[in-house]
C-alpha cells in the first residue's frame, strides 16, 4: 500500500528485455535500507525488489505488468517516480494507493495556470466514470485531486514542488501515464453491482 507521495525521482539506469523485462533504477534511498522483496511503486505500478546496490536497486516486471502498464514504454534514462510502501504508522499524505495500475491516461495538454501548470488527461475507455470532480486519482504514481471532468477528459493542477519532484516536469502531451482510480469508487462500483472493463 501507498500514499501517491513521491519521495524520490530515479531513472532506470539497466533494462534487459526477455521473459521478463529486469530494470535497475538509480535512487537516493538508502538501499542498504530496501529488504529483498520489498514493494517499491515505481511510477505507479508496484514491483518487488530483486536486488539491491549502493544507489540503485533492481526490479522484474512480468507480462501482466508490462500488458497493463507503460513499463513496457521505458528506456534507459527515463524518470521513475519512487515510493517505498506505506508502513504502519506513517503519515497518509495523499490518498489510498495500491499499486495496481487500471490502465493508461494519455495527456492531451499541458498548459501554465496562475503558478501552477494544467495537464488534461483521456482516460482509457470505460474508466472514465470512476473519476470524478474532486475525487482522487494517481497518475504515475503521483496522488493528484481531479479539478473537472468532462466526457473521457480530466484536468489535474501540478503545483511547482510536484512538477519539480516528479517526472511531471519532463511530461509533455501525448505521453502516456499509469492511471489508478480511486480505491472507494472501485469498491462501490463493485458494491452497487457496476464493473468496467481492467476494473475488478
Not at 529486469?22 to 529483498?36: G, N
Not at 522484474?60 to 505488468?65: G, I, K, L, P, V
Not at 475507455?125 to 473519476?131: H, N, T, V
Not at 477528459?153 to 511547482?160: A, E, K, L
Amino acid at each position: 500500500m501507498f500514499t501517491g507521495i513521491i519521495t524520490d525521482l530515479g531513472r532506470v539506469k539497466r533494462l534487459r528485455r526477455g521473459d521478463l523485462v529486469d530494470l535497475t533504477i538509480a535512487t537516493a534511498f538508502d538501499t542498504s535500507a530496501i529488504a529483498i522483496g520489498a514493494s517499491i511503486a515505481c511510477s505507479g505500478a508496484c514491483l518487488t525488489v530483486v536486488a539491491t546496490e549502493a544507489g540503485e536497486f533492481s526490479v522484474q516486471a512480468s507480462a501482466e505488468t508490462l500488458a497493463c502498464t507503460t513499463v513496457g514504454e521505458w528506456v534507459e534514462g527515463i524518470p521513475v517516480n519512487l515510493e517505498k510502501s506505506l508502513r504502519v504508522g506513517d503519515e497518509l499524505g495523499g490518498h489510498l494507493v495500491a499499486g495496481h495500475v487500471d490502465g493508461i491516461a494519455q495527456i492531451v495538454e499541458r498548459r501554465p495556470e496562475a503558478e501552477s501548470v494544467r495537464f488534461v488527461f483521456e482516460a482509457p475507455d470505460g474508466l472514465e466514470r470512476f473519476i470524478a470532480a474532486k475525487g482522487s486519482v494517481a497518475l504515475d504514481g503521483v496522488s493528484l485531486t481531479v479539478n473537472e471532468v468532462s466526457g473521457t477528459r480530466f484536468g489535474v493542477n501540478i503545483i511547482p514542488h510536484t512538477l519539480a519532484c516528479t517526472n511531471f516536469d519532463e511530461a509533455r502531451p501525448g505521453q502516456r501515464m499509469n492511471l489508478e482510480i480511486d480505491l472507494i469508487a472501485r469498491y462501490v462500483a463493485r458494491l452497487l453491482g457496476g464493473r468496467a472493463e481492467g476494473v475488478p
